[in-house]
């Protein structure tokens, strides 16, 4: 996949060509040159043919691109669930541990307030918490790294995907969406250092990027001292962790691409949405007509207004017509929505269907045939084309068409038809 992206990647050099057209007048030229073969484009103007081509060539690297960012996405994911399920390993291994702690801790309470002399007592409250020093070690990571930290067994699972997940990283064109762009370079830093082998980073290094404290303010508490090795925030740190701080980079690309706080430039449903946007001049002019045609405000005050009475009233026809909603539950305090059942077969459907197949078999006829006949009878083949309106070129196209309704309607699919 990605040697694919490095090949659209190339073709892709008069691309911003594209950028004064708008993005819906290229993806419908991009439909349009996926319905159309090498003999076709020819026969178009050659101005349109290489406008059609780049259309097509962007849409697919777009394509490409989702893949990349999902399969990167998929595969944190599979590293973070891992990681919850090597935690609940973890306390449950040690639930004896946990539980001998408590009673020691018990224990001392009884001694404290026994009638023993201050030194008695100090000596057995010394004997309780060095008898047992895999206590004393389970007892540090717990208060350091938290009890119920699944990030502590990250590393484990995300190594294995490592070298993968950075190429992928290392071809995205990421660009963050806010003026806060800490994240961003804390990523180029991470790249940057990835050929690294020693343990720890210096934050200012001299590479051509260096990070400062502020850049690692988006870092989760669970992950703070895995990769800072601080324990208080407020210890400005100096170094971080390089293998830590790879698998929080990583786990946190997957919520900022979520978010929308990062976007990668020529994805598709990863992109900017702002660059999709009515050029402000433009809306200035046109909004007035455009806001008579569609029935909506255009004043601030006014469109607020009109959102606000909308969500008031579909909040309230949801609390009047909830309680009829047979998939609609209220479970602990929590809404859920339950799977939808499956349709029920209707009476005298099976009567029919037997019927039929017993009247086409009598006269010897299969469904590719009354798909055949009917397609010359009545010609509902007009109603299939080019999304574009013009003409279809396909060689042999009433075939096309019958095999086509064929996959689809029996379930088929295209695949198994082939």
Same mark, same amino acid.
């Given at each position: ?35 159309? +073969? ?26 490409? #691109? ?32 946990? +539980? ?9 309470? #009884? ?89 720890? @980073? ?35 740190? #100096? ?22 706080? @990062? ?57 009047? #017509? ?97």
């Amino acid at each position: 996949m990605v040697e694919r992206y490095d090949r659209l990647t190339e073709l892709t050099c008069y691309a911003d060509l594209l950028k004064i057209m708008p993005v819906i007048k290229i993806k419908q030229w991009a439909l349009e040159g996926n319905s159309l +073969d090498a003999a076709s484009m020819m026969d178009m103007v050659a101005a349109k043919r290489y406008a059609v081509a780049l259309s097509l060539i962007r849409q697919r690297l777009a394509i490409v #691109t989702d893949d990349l960012c999902n399969l990167f996405c998929r595969q944190m994911k599979r590293a973070l669930h891992s990681a919850e399920e090597a935690l609940e390993k973890y306390l449950t291994d040690n639930q004896e541990k946990t +539980d001998e702690i408590l009673r020691r801790f018990a224990m001392l309470e #009884t001694l404290l307030n026994s009638t023993q002399s201050a030194d008695e007592q100090l000596k057995g409250v010394r004997q309780a918490v060095t008898a047992r020093p895999d206590l004393c070690e389970f007892s540090r990571l717990h208060a350091e790294y938290g009890g119920k930290n699944e990030f502590r067994f990250v590393w484990q699972f995300f190594k294995p995907r490592r070298a993968a997940m950075l190429r992928i990283l290392s071809k995205l064109k990421l660009k963050s969406t806010s003026q806060d762009a800490s994240f961003e370079r804390s990523l180029t830093f991470m790249l940057e250092n990835s050929h690294r082998q020693s343990e720890w @980073l210096t934050l200012k290094d001299k590479g051509k990027i260096a990070l400062t404290a502020d850049d690692l303010g988006w870092i989760s508490e669970k992950w703070w001292k895995l990769v800072t090795g601080e324990i208080k925030r407020d210890t400005a740190p #100096t170094r971080i962790n390089r293998r830590q701080f790879e698998a929080c980079v990583c786990s946190q690309m997957v919520r900022e691409l979520k978010s929308g706080d @990062l976007c990668v430039i020529g994805s598709d449903a990863y992109s900017d949405h702002r660059n999709e946007l009515v050029p402000m001049a433009e809306s200035e002019r046109t909004r007035a007509d455009y806001g008579e045609k569609v029935g909506l405000p255009v004043e601030s005050a006014a469109f607020i207004e009109h959102v606000r009475t909308l969500l008031t009233e579909a909040a309230q026809q949801a609390d009047k #017509t909830y309680q009829e909603n047979a998939y609609f539950k209220i479970i602990n305090g929590r809404p859920k929505l339950g799977r939808q059942q499956k349709k029920e077969i209707p009476p005298g459907f099976k009567e029919m269907d037997d019927t039929l197949r017993r009247k086409l078999d009598s006269m010897g006829l299969s469904l590719l045939d009354v798909l055949t006949d009917t397609m010359q009878w009545i010609g509902w083949g007009k109603h299939f084309g080019p999304l574009s309106g013009h003409k279809g070129k396909l060689r042999e196209e009433d075939r096309r068409k019958i095999l086509t309704v064929f996959a689809y309607g029996t379930g088929l699919g295209p695949t198994q038809i082939a």
